[in-house]
């Protein structure tokens, strides 16, 4: 029997409902309003907050396995990564068939409660690179949380452990990028950018570097695809509204579509 006191024999005792634990997840859309659309909303945020929860288990080992000089392991869960976000981009697609009239029911109920605060979606953004101190401020009150976030925060993004792989690979990247205090946000450097180009223009040689560098940019390129559904998704619904949470709505969501988490990668196109 495992914790929960369950037979762990699928085949002689185990349902598919237990093994899921079906009756929480199904038991926990708990509509405030009782307005019809509210069960949709909150469904596609539970729907995508474990599709955020499988990207998370994918890219953290995907930086353990880079770090270990294992980059064919890694490329399977990169590969993953970019498929989930796929999932998770068309979420919005279908929250959009929502009308600002249907969500004005029941906004109200929602309190204080916003997307902004999510918190895998923060650490999603940690483990890219982007690391922002005001946004560990947002749960100070939930010290088991708090803590979480700060080892997320202080810990190698998956571009660190990359430029890493680069210095491995016996490029001359800058020492202090290989200790650099990792709470600061990337900006870039010239010696990366010089090994992307070496790369990109010797594919053959760094086959496993370049393959790195692709898998990459199709997470970058995904991740800023919803970062423009969601801004364009809310601006539907609610137009320029500030945010239930405080947040600026739309006007923070357009901020960040020109952050760039890999730079260096994006450019060395242009070089070429």
């Given amino acids: 029997m495992n914790d929960k006191g369950i037979y762990t024999d699928f085949k002689e005792q185990m ?11 199904l038991s926990s859309q708990t509509r405030l309003s009782g307005h019809h659309d509210e069960m949709l909303f909150i469904i596609i945020h539970q729907v995508s907050e474990l599709w955020m929860k ?21 490329f399977k869960m990169l590969a993953r990564v970019s498929r989930i976000q796929t999932q998770i981009i068309q979420a919005w697609d279908v929250l959009a068939t929502m009308t600002p009239a249907e969500y004005m029911e029941f906004r109200d109920s929602l309190g204080r409660a916003s997307g902004f605060q999510s918190y895998q979606n923060r650490q999603i953004e ?8 005001h946004i560990l401020k947002i749960y100070e009150k939930n010290p088991e949380l708090a803590a979480e976030l700060k080892e997320s925060y202080e810990a190698p993004s998956i571009y660190d452990v990359a430029i890493g792989a680069l210095a491995e690979a016996g490029f001359l990247i800058n020492p202090a990028l290989l200790t650099r205090d990792f709470t600061e946000t990337y900006k870039g450097d010239q010696t990366v950018a010089d090994a992307w180009l070496e790369v990109y223009r010797d594919v053959d040689k760094y086959w496993d570097l370049y393959q790195l560098a692709e898998k990459l940019v199709d997470i970058e390129d995904c991740h800023q695809q919803w970062r423009f559904r969601h801004m364009k998704t809310v601006e539907r619904i609610i137009g320029y509204k500030i945010g239930t949470g405080g947040s600026s709505g739309v006007n923070y969501l357009k901020s960040v579509l020109d952050h760039r988490f890999f730079p260096e990668l994006w450019d060395v196109r242009t070089k070429l």
Avoid: M, R, W
């Fill in 15 to 25: 349902t598919y409902g237990e093994y899921l634990d079906l009756d929480k997840i």
């Fill in 54 to 74: 499988l990207i998370l288990h994918e890219i953290t080992s995907a930086i353990t396995a880079i770090q270990q000089g294992e980059l064919q392991e890694a």
């Fill in 126 to 133: 940690f483990a890219l690179g982007y690391k922002q101190p």
